[in-house]
Nanobody, 123 residues
Framework: QVQLVESGGGLVQAGGSLRLSCAAS????????MAWFRQTPGKEREFVAA????????RYADSVKGRFTISRDNAKNTVYLQMSSLKPEDTAVYYC????????????????WGQGAQVTVSS
């Protein structure tokens, strides 16, 4: 019933920008903390950013602070990740996730996951 669908991934040049979207259905969206994680082959899923249900609180990984912005539109049941000044090391599959409790940086805290969107940054 619950579904999270990412979109907006693709190939960009280093220094460029990309905006990911995650559309949610089957849940009371405003009650959920939403987050973005990313994963590359052979690595654990890595926290990127999270936002509280109201949008009043955000948290970012040190590696993306100042470059990425998480936001949400509760009327559209959608969370966004605006990525700027992209670097090759940002290349990964990006996943959105939903959590009913608190803003967390641990992937195991999240209840629902999208299918992932590939982001590739070329040098």
């Amino acid at each position: 019933q619950v579904q999270l669908v990412e979109s907006g991934g693709g190939l960009v040049q280093a220094g460029g920008s990309l905006r990911l979207s995650c559309a949610a259905s089957g849940l009371t969206f405003y009650r959920y903390v939403m987050a973005w994680f990313r994963q590359t082959p052979g690595k654990e899923r890595e926290f990127v950013a999270a936002i509280s249900g109201s949008g009043g609180s955000t948290r970012y990984a040190d590696s993306v602070k100042g470059r990425f912005t998480i936001s949400r539109d509760n009327a559209k049941n959608t969370v966004y990740l605006q990525m700027s000044s992209l670097k090759p090391e940002d290349t990964a599959v990006y996943y959105c996730a939903a959590d009913t409790a608190f803003v967390e940086t641990i992937s195991s805290a999240y209840d629902y996951w999208g299918q992932g969107a590939q982001v590739t940054v070329s040098s």
